[in-house]
């Protein structure tokens, strides 16, 4: 059951921006908090960004001052508006929605889905 569908990757230049959306099926989006994660290759999926039930949000360090998650309650989606990006963010993005907030952070619960590849060129 596809519950969290990803869009909006692609390739842009250095420093340019990307947006990317999440939808979200109506149960799934009252879950506690939803995130996005991305993979590089090579390396584990990590935590990017959530934004919780009550619109409270997180950013890992590295892409602090960069990204905004966001969340549009009528349409049901979940955004990830990415400015300045760096051929480190070259990865594919993934969004997934949790019960809990140790579960949200810990990039490694439920299903995944085939996500979305943002590729970064320098």
């Known amino acids: 059951q596809v519950q969290l569908v990803e869009s909006g990757g692609g390739l842009v230049q250095a420093g340019g921006s990307l947006r990317l959306s999440c939808a979200v099926s109506?149960?799934?989006?009252?879950?506690?908090?939803i995130g996005w994660y991305r993979q590089a290759p090579g390396k584990q999926r990590e935590v990017v960004a959530y934004?919780?039930?009550?619109?409270?949000?997180n950013y890992t360090d590295s892409v602090k001052g960069r990204f905004t998650i966001s969340r549009d309650n009528a349409k049901n989606t979940v955004l990830l508006q990415m400015n300045r990006l760096k051929p480190e963010d070259t990865a594919v993005y993934y969004c997934n929605a949790a019960f809990s907030l140790l579960q949200v952070v810990s990039a490694d619960f439920g299903s995944w889905g085939q996500g979305t590849q943002v590729t970064v060129s320098s």
């Open positions: 934004i919780t039930s009550d619109d409270i949000t």
């Open positions: 109506e149960s799934t989006f009252s879950r506690s908090a």
